[in-house]
């Protein structure tokens, strides 16, 4: 499945790093969501955009920072992370918010050292 | 707020035997889906449920709504390797975004 793009797939960075991770989809969706899956706590969910504008922030971290430029793309801004931010980040596109399946990509690995 | 249980959390079969996964809410749902992640891999969605006492099939899949619609089930019968993977339920309610079970670990043995 190629709708719904992730990059990059692997990501080491260490704790005074900044860096972004980026999700495009091509199937003409709406609405973007990053999800943080660890062993703890999987498909957590950490932003919702619906055309563009944040409908959802679940008490993330200020240093988890998302952007949505376009119904197409969503970055999730990273700075001054933490070792317990390691996770696979998620990203997923519907039509619609409510009610409606979630297409996800392929998530990138991150490791933060 | 909302809450989703799954139950178990992980399941060992011998290929050829059954297995279902159980999801209950805390609240009354407008509809629940079920999504299937293989190993290394994500996400993927199975099927949606919006009725109450609802019973979708997908060739060896059966999936069920509780008539409360606070509860729902996916049964696999005849398990076999291609089966492996995490299964998650996700509920929504009212207006709410869906909320993810933690999901059910099934782990076929040849």
């Known amino acids: 499945e190629t709708g719904v793009t992730q990059t990059p797939r692997h990501l080491v960075m260490g704790m005074t790093n900044k860096k972004s991770l980026k999700c495009e989809q091509h199937?003409?969706?709406?609405?973007m969501y990053w999800y943080k899956q660890s062993a703890k706590k999987p498909l957590e969910l950490m932003f919702v955009y619906s055309l563009e504008e944040r409908v959802e922030n679940n008490s993330v971290p200020s240093r988890f920072s998302p952007e949505c430029p376009n119904s197409s793309h969503l970055f999730l801004h990273l700075h001054t992370l933490q070792p317990e931010d390691s996770a696979l980040y998620l990203c997923?596109?519907?039509?619609?918010?409510?009610?409606?399946?979630?297409?996800f990509g392929p998530g990138t690995r991150l490791t933060v050292t | 707020g909302q809450q989703v249980m799954q139950i178990p959390q992980y399941q060992h079969v011998q290929e050829g035997e059954d297995f279902t996964t159980y999801c209950n809410s805390s609240?009354?749902?407008?509809?629940i889906q079920w999504y299937k992640q293989r190993p290394g891999g994500h996400p993927v969605f199975l099927i949606q449920?919006?009725?109450?006492?609802e019973v979708k099939k997908q060739k060896r899949l059966t999936f069920q709504f509780g008539e409360a619609k606070k509860n729902s089930s996916l049964h696999i019968t005849a398990t076999q390797t291609t089966d492996v993977g995490t299964y998650f339920c996700a509920g929504q309610a009212g207006n709410t975004p869906l909320v993810f079970g933690k999901g059910t670990r099934l782990s076929v043995i040849a």
């Open positions: 449920l919006v009725k109450s006492g």
């Open positions: 199937l003409g969706h709406n609405a």
């Open positions: 997923a596109s519907s039509q619609g918010v409510r009610g409606i399946k979630q297409y």
């Open positions: 609240t009354t749902l407008s509809n």
